[in-house]
């Protein structure tokens, strides 16, 4: 029988350790080189590569290409640092890295993600260097350095590992090394093999001790001193991948990226300027070859700038009492509007700005994408014992949005139809081209606002507060809370602010009043192929009409004049009046025609005002089969009962309510017809 501590270590694997421990002579990696030279990639080719290795597609937003990049889902790890909505501004990251890996230009710039507080500006960075990690694992990302073998006074042999992790291709001296790499290239080459610099201080001494002691023959030298190895890239061990945080200026010096002297090894080696007697530990030292993440990088002290600017610039390191040392690596930093004000503002910092590619990452504008953010940790299964009610995410993510959307030019136009524009709705008289223009005149949409942040804390709050009922939560709780955290927000610097961000909130409570009202009239009528065919009976009268033709009777197989009863009958439940009744008919079917010139075919679901006049002359066709305004009464006959109840199961089966959700709307919507708001029932 086996072990306990035999059948936890069946699920090591152990030929995947071996492969990324593996060890080789100099010959061995030019031949991997040779057969694949990939391995040879600059940092800013292989970060562009891993990103191109999950895959991307492309879509049409407002007549617009768009990609979105595979990657950023982050499938690996369950989606867990997943990034929505910010499809543009990754584009524009990838491109830049894109031109880095041709050597275009940006590969001598900081990459800066520019944003406001919780827009995903650290996540891109961590999914980066997350993938770094994975893709190093892989057989298309392996990186190789090497080590030394030397002899020890005692006889024994001593292992020193290259501090800077370069590539085994850098010991090739620079006088020859065009000729070896021409050699090495053979043509089949993504990108040609470019090692520039020399070696590390450290490496460059043994070498030149070394090739002293055998008389110049370099080949000697590999054969007997030089090993190669499999590098796996690491944040927690401090291997390709390095992260700087500034702190308190009297606590931190230029050393914490470029390294420091190791006073215990001056008494072995007798200097302070012996590369042996250097840790090359710094962050840009243990970032080589892979990536630097510089957080909140505007706060750093001018101290830092000129390591900053060699690094960028140059790719050149000025380590303490040696000469410029060259690195391989992405730097990427990122900071808030507040400390970009300050760049902007301090003369100090023009290298710096000189030097920079800025990406805007603003807030999320578009409702579907910002609903995934709250679903990721508040959707169905994800809580435990308490029922979210259908479209409190919903609402919490409407009024996100609303914060950061500018007020539209055109007066005719709320912000929540625009909101709605964007979300892909379709709205009358308001075409792509009309949405384009909206976004191109609110240049800085997006940036402003409430942060995803404050609405995942006010939920947080709602799931664990005394108002939320025994075991659910709904929009209206979720809403409240959202309201009352409005008094303490830290970020809301002024009472107009405040005033506005509640103005918002009551335009949000209106448009979920209509969402249940319209749900619960749904689930009375509750036949979607009804609809469709009330649709398409529509769509043929319109089309009649408009072109000036007659109706062929399903029935009687002869032809009519187009209904107009029918088709009043419609248009009336969103208050088309007589004189525009020809506008909107000629709109549908320009809208229709527009679709088809696409390739698409016509959905009443995307046309939201259709779609809602279809639903409401439905309704107003069913409605008297059952009274809702009996739930709020005292007294229910057995038959009006039977037939809530089965409104209700509607509910819970075709919209996720749960048996007290459900009977709360439906007191809900009964109360307002009560009243007497019937607007559209």
Partial sequence: MQSLIERVGKFHNVEEFQELNWTGTMEDYLEIVKAKPEVARTAFQRIYDLVLAAGYREYVDNKKVVVHYNFFDDEPDGGRDAVYGLDIPVMKLVQTLKAAAHGYGPEKRVILLHGPVGSSKSTL??????????????????????????????????????????????????????????????????????????????????????????DGQWTLVMKNHVRVKRLVFSEQDRVGIGTFQPKDEKNQDSTELTGDINYRKIAEYGSDSDPRAFNFDGEFCVANRGLVEFVEILKLDVAFLYDLLGATQEHKI????????DIDE???????????????????????RDRTIKIDIPYITKLQEEVKIYEKDFGKGRVKGVHVAPHTLEVAAMWAILTRLEDPKKHNLTRLQKLKLYDGKTLAGYTQDNVKELRKEAAREGMDGISPRYVQDKISNSLVSEKAGANYINPFIVMNELESGLRAHSLITNEEERKEYKEHLGIVREEYTDIVKNEVQRAISADEEAVSRLCSNYIDNVKAYTQREKVRNPYTGRDEEPDERLMRSIEQKIDIPESRKDDFRREIMNYIGALAIDGKQFDFRTNERLHKALELKLFEDQKDTIKLTSLVSNVIDRETQEKIDVVKNRLIKNYGYNEESATDVLNYVASIFARGDAKGS
Avoid at 156 to 182: G, N, T, Y
Wanted: charge should be positive; charged fraction near 30%; include cysteine.
């Fill in 330 to 352: 992405v730097i990427i930093g990122h900071t808030n509007e507040a400390e970009y004000k300050k760049l902007l503002n301090n003369e100090f910092m023009e290298a710096l």
């Fill in 125 to 214: 960075v961590r999914l980066i260097k997350k993938g770094l990690e994975r893709y190093t694992r892989t057989n298309d990302g392996a990186v190789y350095t090497y080590e030394w073998i030397l002899d020890a006074p005692n006889g024994d042999k001593q292992i020193v590992p290259s501090p800077m992790h370069e590539d085994p291709l850098k010991l090739i001296p620079m006088d020859w090394r065009k000729q070896a790499f021409e050699e090495l290239n053979v043509g089949k080459a993504k990108y040609p093999i470019v090692i520039k610099g020399q070696l590390n201080p450290h490496c460059r001494f043994i070498f030149n001790e070394l090739m002293r002691k055998y």
């Fill in 318 to 325: 000025k380590p303490k009492k040696f000469a410029q040392t």
